[in-house]
């Protein structure tokens, strides 16, 4: 069936450094890539998303990049905050429908 | 503008018991989807509702159901509670399906403990 695997569990790093979060997928028809990211007690909130017909997409210091032949995407963050300390969630869809399978989350904790 | 409320925010059941939660999407959203949020499990999936119409369904046992009104409201019911299905119920709302690609918004969740 459909899954998302995401790799690192958890992941710690140190203020100013990158981070960078790996999911691969199964289902060949998946076209759409979202990241989430949940704070402590709050909602999953979108931070950045990927089509299929695109390779990379870049907003300020967050880029996701897909890989539809390895069926691979990343998140990658830069000059990380601590405020960017959360768990992250990738996912991916198939179009028409709003049915999300989610990767088991990433903790990141960027330390001052 | 309001976004995704859901209600109640918290509640505990004892086993056996069922419940009903609540979501009121975005004002102008018509889809509606239920996500359950666990420590083991995560983020699964637990149906779609467009046009009062269930679109999917994830895999889940058939004491979790769902309903969509007129004005794109939705409930969820879980039968004859077990302990395993405490969690956070997360709904989240788009336009329509396809239209944003999947672009949801969620609610806070309701938070379910069964004793």
């Known amino acids: 069936g459909e899954n998302v695997e995401q790799h690192p569990s958890t992941l710690s790093v140190q203020e100013g450094d990158s981070a960078v979060i790996k999911c691969t997928y199964s289902?060949?028809?998946?076209?759409?890539f979202p990241w989430y990211k949940q704070e402590l007690g709050k909602r999953p909130q979108l931070i950045i998303d990927i089509r299929s017909n695109v390779g990379e997409k870049k907003d300020q210091r967050i880029a996701v990049t897909l890989n539809k032949t390895a069926k691979h995407f990343s998140l990658h963050i830069t000059e990380t905050q601590p405020e960017d300390s959360a768990v992250y969630f990738c996912?991916?869809?198939?179009?028409?429908?709003?049915?999300?399978?989610f990767g088991k989350g990433t903790k990141l904790t960027v330390n001052p | 503008k309001a976004g995704v409320t859901q209600t109640p925010r918290y509640l505990i059941k004892t086993r056996g018991q069922q419940v009903t939660l609540s979501c009121s999407p975005i004002s102008g959203h018509r889809s509606v989807s239920w996500y359950q949020q666990t420590p083991g499990q995560g983020l699964q999936f637990l149906f779609e509702y467009f046009s009062e119409t269930q679109r999917n369904k994830g895999n889940f046992p058939g004491r979790f159901s769902g309903r969509q009104f007129s004005n794109s409201r939705s409930e969820m019911n879980v039968s004859t509670l077990e302990l395993g299905d405490s969690a956070l119920y997360l709904c989240?709302?788009?336009?329509?399906?396809?239209?944003?690609?999947?672009?949801?918004?969620f609610g806070a969740g309701s938070r379910l403990t069964v004793l």
């Open positions: 996912a991916a869809s198939r179009g028409g429908s709003e049915k999300l399978v």
């Open positions: 989240a709302s788009s336009l329509a399906p396809g239209s944003g690609a999947n672009v949801l918004t």
């Open positions: 289902d060949s028809a998946s076209n759409y």
